[in-house]
């Protein structure tokens, strides 16, 4: 039987892996797949937790985070197609329009 | 054994592919290693009795939002992107916070307690994946189903408006 803890430490650093691949890209599309990296980590998550304590509603708040990526990604690649329609770049260090 | 060396494996594959994902040049090889990635992560969710979601991680990850990163990675043809540098100036910032944050995290579920069982399962109730899970889906959680619903509804318009070309008045 594998503990619980080895998924939620597996979630842990692919969590952080995307964290990393967040900060530290300049291509908009993987900052974007970063984010769903991140998404899928809490997902591994919530269904080993759904898996040992036996309960179902980890399974149903990761299938809600599944919508919440779907939609993210469409609203986020129609984003960046008006971003590169006005800019021509896909890259965030050449974005700082909105500087303060 | 079996399942330590089975965990072990798709373990080390989910962390080997998703630095490949960050690390990659061109955009294109990055959405295809996260393929790969989210095949690992399904067969983790058969490994954990959740079927269907293992069934929707391919259909909705792998099947719907992979073709669109590679639609949007192939529209906007950056060619250019396979030259020049990789990571913003500030990259060094960015990997002390991201390690900084795994080793707070692993030390905090080192001290981790399980919380009470809960009384749905597949083990509990003798029924299969899916009926637990409609069950619970269409009683206790129909109303936040509903909102998901909104919630696409509100992503497709969204879409739409964001990407169609303004018209000149």
Do not use: C
């Not at chain 2, 990163?69 to 991201?98: D, H, S």
């Not at chain 2, 637990?132 to 408006?161: D, K, Q, R």
């Amino acid at each position: 039987m594998v503990p619980l803890q080895w998924y939620i430490w597996l979630a842990t650093a692919v969590f952080a892996i995307g964290v990393l691949g967040f900060l530290t890209r300049r291509n908009i599309i993987i900052m974007f797949m970063s984010i769903e990296l991140m998404l899928n980590a809490v997902n591994i998550s919530l269904v080993s937790f759904s898996h040992y304590l036996q309960d179902m509603r980890g399974q149903i708040l990761s299938l809600f985070v599944i919508t919440v990526a779907a939609a993210e990604a469409a609203i986020g690649l129609a984003i960046i197609i008006a971003l590169f329609r006005n800019k021509a770049t896909a890259h965030v260090d050449e974005m700082a329009e909105t500087k303060g | 054994m079996l399942p330590e060396l089975f965990f072990g494996y798709f373990a080390a594959a989910i962390i080997i592919f998703s630095l490949i994902v960050v690390t990659r040049r061109n955009p294109v090889h990055s959405v295809l290693f996260m393929l790969i990635l989210f095949f690992h992560i399904a067969a983790l969710y058969l490994f954990l009795d959740a079927e269907f979601l293992a069934a929707i991680q391919v259909i909705v990850y792998a099947g719907a939002i992979l073709v669109l990163f590679l639609f949007v990675v192939l529209l906007l043809n950056l060619k250019e992107e396979t030259l020049i540098r990789r990571y913003i100036n500030q990259w060094p910032m960015g990997v002390v916070f991201a390690v900084g944050l795994f080793i707070l995290m692993f030390i905090s579920v080192r001290s981790f307690l399980a919380g009470p069982k809960g009384e749905i399962s597949s083990v509990l109730t003798g029924q299969s994946n899916v009926t637990n899970l409609g069950t619970v889906l269409y009683t206790e959680y129909l109303f936040p189903f509903e909102i998901a619903s909104l919630v696409l509804l509100v992503a497709i318009i969204g879409a739409i408006v964001l990407a169609k070309k303004r018209l000149k008045s």
